[in-house]
């Protein structure tokens, strides 16, 4: 598949209008994949059409569209963005000044009647039709285009609603004699009010999606405009980032952020990894140790190699899923779509209805109360709402879970992830370090020999395999910071251990089978803390010297410091959580006691896993499934919600819908915590996006006229559809703020 690449878009503003912007990209040639954001205004196109093929086609729909490149980037496109919502403030407030006034003359009667000043209301209708083209001119253009596509929107709501109240009241000023005196009045005040309600509507739901799209705009700024390049003879200078080149040289001082990724080629120092991963630690990183775009150097001045630039680094690669996932429609979703694509020409028909009715047996007199009901019909629907209800609340749920450290990699994982009831985990390298450290360290005979030479004997002897409980204590010996001797002959006793002679002493090293086939006894004490270290989840290596034991050396794979408290947090918000381990009962059970887990699948072969998880599926479970190694891929994939950790294989994050930055089992509770939040959200938007509609449209009818004698006023009907699309960013960006402490 083609690499895709975004089009900022202009001139979007409801569900319908993105039906359409995601027809006309699908109908050029070459194009696989779209994926249209209503909160970003924008596209993501996988294939191999130009993009000024699809520039072409989204401009024959009536859409504007830029290529996202280097030459116009985000920086660029909120500078556009903001010098139009400047446009819309200024629109706002003149159609506003412009109809307050008209209302409060009208109001208090000091305006007389059209056809006794057919002059002063012939002025104030060509001030109306000159605001009405300054400040809603954007409304009706978008209307034609439409008309000419054969589509409708909310513009033409709009244009239908205004165009037809500047009509009737021209109609009145220029030939009153036309219409029966009782409903000789004018409603060019409603009309110039009706623009500057929506477009007050528009520029607050523009503030509102600013903010619930900062999740983008902080991790683009992560990332620096220059870095300090050291050039071959040694002299330092800046460099755009775009100049940059694998292999190039970097100075990075303290306090400056990451520029690209890269290896620390010179000196050391702590990096604040915090704004990617969560990790509020910063690490210490040394010569040959990865360092990522973003980050920031907290400790002393280093030279960096670089290795990634551009879109192949890490940070730049979150910025594209988080894309990616918030542009992503759920089920949900694309259900609201289809409601969408056919709600304002509905709504046309049921407005031709409502006139219809007025028209044969309304009041007198009739022409008036049909326009007014009518123009409250077509202002009150708000499309905008529907369309915004699901996209606002992803938008902002894939930020905050952007936030905690969780990329949400397919498009359905947060209202799946929300359903799950029951959570499979992994056991090494998820709920465990995957990093096996010495615990125990217990001498048994007075041979003559410390603690510490024992220690550094034994890493020595160690030194000779390849296994990971060997790693650890070479390790363990490195951190006491011992001198470690030279083994003479060392032999690795497959399944058993290791065999060396040091200092003319014969050691051996392993499990209770070697030493009692080389003839060392063994004392039922020694027996006693070997089964009490297994019990403890510890693999016990006996260490015997010339014959005789020596020690007892405690060996595990170390559980998280959080993952207890993770997994509380998990159970506390009703999901079951079951360990799934390739590792003996024993040592399952000796970890699952330490963090409260009360069901274990225990000596699971890697292409048993699927099938294990399989199986909960067939009882009704909605199962989730947390791994991060090769064995773990196919579980990952049949789980209804794979959680990859971060720090595991590639494979396994492929495998995965989300992701999960940073080691730490919290991500998975943050996640879950957020989606069930998310999904709540967006079925608030929409139930009061159906209520608003299912009430407004009947009431501005006037279903209620025959029994209260009552009639919405368009003026009213406009401001209830601007509120309703900025209550529906409002509502969506609470997200922003929920709490995660279940």
């Not at 596209?43 to 024959?60: H, Y």
């Not at 929107?153 to 000023?173: E, F, H, K, Q, R």
């Not at 409980?469 to 032999?491: N, R, S």
């Not at 993770?566 to 399952?588: E, F, H």
């Amino acid at each position: 598949m083609s690499k895709p690449f975004r089009l900022a878009l202009r001139g979007m503003t409801c569900g319908a209008c993105v039906a359409s912007v995601d027809k006309a990209l699908n109908s050029v040639n070459g194009v696989e994949q779209v994926s249209v954001n209503l909160p970003d205004r924008s596209a993501e196109i996988t294939g191999s059409a130009s993009p000024e093929a699809l520039i072409k086609a989204v401009q024959s729909a009536g859409f504007g569209a830029t290529l996202l490149n280097a030459d116009y980037g985000e920086n660029e496109r909120q500078a556009e963005e903001s010098a139009a919502l400047k446009q819309v403030w200024i629109k706002t407030w003149v159609a506003l000044a412009v109809g307050i006034p008209q209302m409060l003359l009208m109001l208090t009667g000091y305006l007389p009647m059209p056809e006794e000043a057919q002059v002063l209301w012939g002025f104030i209708g060509l001030i109306t039709l000159a605001t009405m083209i300054y400040s809603g001119g954007h409304f009706y253009q978008g209307a034609w285009i439409s008309l000419k596509n054969h589509r409708a929107n909310m513009d033409s709501l709009i244009t239908l609603g205004t165009g037809a109240a500047w009509l009737y009241s021209t109609l009145i000023v220029l030939w009153p004699e036309l219409v029966p005196p009782e409903g000789r009045h004018v409603y060019y005040e409603a009309a110039v009010f009706i623009i500057g309600l929506v477009n007050l509507g528009q520029a607050l739901e523009t503030r509102a999606r600013g903010h619930a799209s900062q999740a983008i705009r902080q991790l683009m700024k992560l990332q620096p405009d220059v870095a300090l390049l050291i050039t071959p003879d040694g002299e330092e200078k800046e460099m755009r980032l775009a100049s940059l080149q694998a292999s190039d040289l970097l100075r990075v001082k303290p306090g400056d952020r990451i520029p690209v990724d890269g290896i620390v080629a010179e000196g050391e120092t702590l990096i604040d990894e915090s704004m990617l991963t969560g990790e509020p630690l910063p690490v210490y990183k040394q010569k040959k140790d990865w360092l990522s775009a973003g980050t920031i150097n907290q400790g002393g001045s280093i030279t960096m190699r670089v290795r990634k630039v551009g879109d192949d680094t890490a940070l730049a690669q979150i910025i594209n899923q988080v894309r990616k996932a918030q542009g992503s429609k759920p089920a949900i979703g694309r259900l609201v779509d289809q409601i969408s694509a056919v709600f304002v020409p509905v709504v046309i028909l049921v407005a031709i209805f409502t006139a219809f009715i007025w028209w044969l047996i309304g009041p007198e007199p009739q022409s008036a109360y049909m326009l007014i009901s009518t123009m409250a019909v077509l202002v009150i629907a708000c499309p905008c709402a529907l369309g915004l209800a699901t996209p606002m609340s992803i938008t902002v749920g894939v930020g905050r879970a952007a936030g905690k450290g969780v990329l949400i990699r397919k498009g359905d994982a947060l209202q799946e992830a929300s359903k799950l009831d029951t959570l499979v985990m992994d056991k090494t390298g998820t709920i465990t370090q995957g990093k096996p450290k010495l615990i125990t360290f217990n001498l048994q005979e007075t041979i003559g020999i410390s603690k510490n030479e024992l220690l550094a004997n034994l890493a020595s002897l160690e030194q000779a395999s390849e296994h990971p409980l060997g790693a650890a204590i070479v390790a363990a010996a490195k951190a006491e910071g011992l001198i470690l001797p030279k083994t003479a002959m060392p032999e690795v006793i497959s399944g058993s251990g290791l065999k060396g002679i040091i200092q003319e002493y014969v050691w051996l090293a392993g499990n209770r089978d070697l030493l009692e086939s080389e003839g060392v006894e063994l004392n039922e004490a020694a027996i006693q803390q070997a089964e009490a270290m297994s019990d403890l989840g510890q693999t016990c290596i006996y260490l015997a010297v010339d014959g005789k034991l020596a020690a007892l050396i405690g060996v595990a794979d170390t559980i998280k410091e959080d993952s207890a408290a993770a997994i509380q947090r998990l159970q506390n918000a009703g999901i079951n959580v079951i360990m799934l381990t390739g590792d003996s009962l024993k040592t399952a059970l000796a970890v699952a006691l330490q963090v409260g887990i009360t069901e274990i699948y225990a000596d699971v072969k890697p292409d048993q896993k699927a099938a294990t998880i399989k199986a909960l599926q067939a009882k009704g479970l909605k199962v989730g499934m947390v791994g991060d190694g090769i064995n773990d891929a196919p579980a990952l994939m049949q789980a209804n919600v794979g959680f990859a950790i971060g720090t595991g294989t590639d494979i396994a994050i492929e495998s995965a819908d989300l992701t999960l930055m940073r080691g730490s089992l919290h991500g998975v509770a943050d996640a879950m915590l957020i989606s069930r939040a998310t999904v709540r959200n967006i079925k608030q938007n929409l139930f009061g996006a159906f209520i608003y509609n299912s009430l407004g449209i009947p009431l501005a009818a006037g279903v209620l006229y025959p029994l209260t004698g009552w009639l919405l006023s368009p003026t009213y009907a406009a401001a209830a559809m601007a509120l309703s699309s900025v209550t529906v960013v409002t509502n969506a960006n609470r997200l922003r703020y929920v709490k995660l402490d279940k």
